[in-house]
Antibody
Framework: EEQLVESGGGLVQPGGSLRLSCAASGFSVSNNYMSWVRQAPGKGPEWVSSRNGGGGTNYVDSVKGRFTISIDDSTNTVYLQMNSLRVDDTGVYYC????????WGQGTLVTVSS | EIVLTQSPDFHSVTPKEKVTITCRASQSIGSNLHWFQQKPGQSPKLLIKYVSQSFSGVPSRFSGSGSETDFTLTIDSLEAEDAATYYCHQTTRLPETFGQGTRVEIK
């Protein structure tokens, strides 16, 4: 059964860093289109970043230069390294699989606040 | 950026009623349009992918249609468990974008 489990969220001050992890099971992350989608409190989802099966990566403009998506084949995990965090980065971060996003994790909450 | 505008923002519906939610794109997006259902405290769940393809395990009362810039999610014979917020999502052009959501309430 395919499963995604996110971790690594928490409370961080503006300017700080966090690394989110998404442990996958039932399929290989290296062969799939993997994305991070976030949702601010009371708002709709927002696409943040994606990595395709060929290793190409893309980011929404607001996080370019601050966030990095990567994978670890050995642990079948997707990461989102988040630096220079801002208050408006606050939200639940979800890991998803496939362009159509048929599979989602339960999400991990990131709170950026002083 | 492609803007997706859903209508209505809110729908109050009686059980067994038919519900139609529309999603209009600011430019043509072909068939890369997907629909999600989200209940409070839960992750979004894919209902329909690529305009009209039902995702595995989704009840047959959910269907999608449309093309280019105008798309529709239809719920035939609404059930109480369908109370949720529904989002459309395009993956034709980066950045990928979502509609603002349509909240469906059961009367």
């Amino acid at each position: 059964e395919e499963q995604l489990v996110e971790s690594g969220g928490g409370l961080v001050q503006p300017g700080g860093s966090l690394r989110l992890s998404c442990a996958a099971s039932g399929f290989s992350v290296s062969n799939n289109y993997m994305s991070w989608v976030r949702q601010a409190p009371g708002k709709g989802p927002e696409w943040v970043s994606s990595r395709n099966g060929g290793g190409g990566t893309n980011y929404v403009d607001s996080v370019k230069g601050r966030f990095t998506i990567s994978i670890d084949d050995s642990t079948n995990t997707v990461y989102l390294q988040m630096n220079s965090l801002r208050v408006d980065d606050t939200g639940v971060y979800y890991c998803t699989r496939d362009t159509s996003k048929g599979y989602w994790g339960q999400g991990t909450l990131v709170t950026v606040s002083s | 950026e492609i803007v997706l505008t859903q209508s209505p923002d809110f729908h109050s519906v009686t059980p067994k009623e038919k519900v139609t939610i529309t999603c209009r794109a600011s430019q043509s997006i072909g068939s890369n349009l997907h629909w999600f259902q989200q209940k409070p405290g839960q992750s979004p769940k894919l209902l329909i992918k690529y305009v009209s393809q039902s995702f595995s395990g989704v009840p047959s009362r959910f269907s999608g249609s449309g093309s280019e810039t105008d798309f529709t999610l239809t719920i035939d014979s609404l059930e109480a468990e369908d109370a949720a917020t529904y989002y459309c999502h395009q993956t034709t052009r980066l950045p990928e974008t979502f509609g603002q959501g349509t909240r469906v309430e059961i009367k």
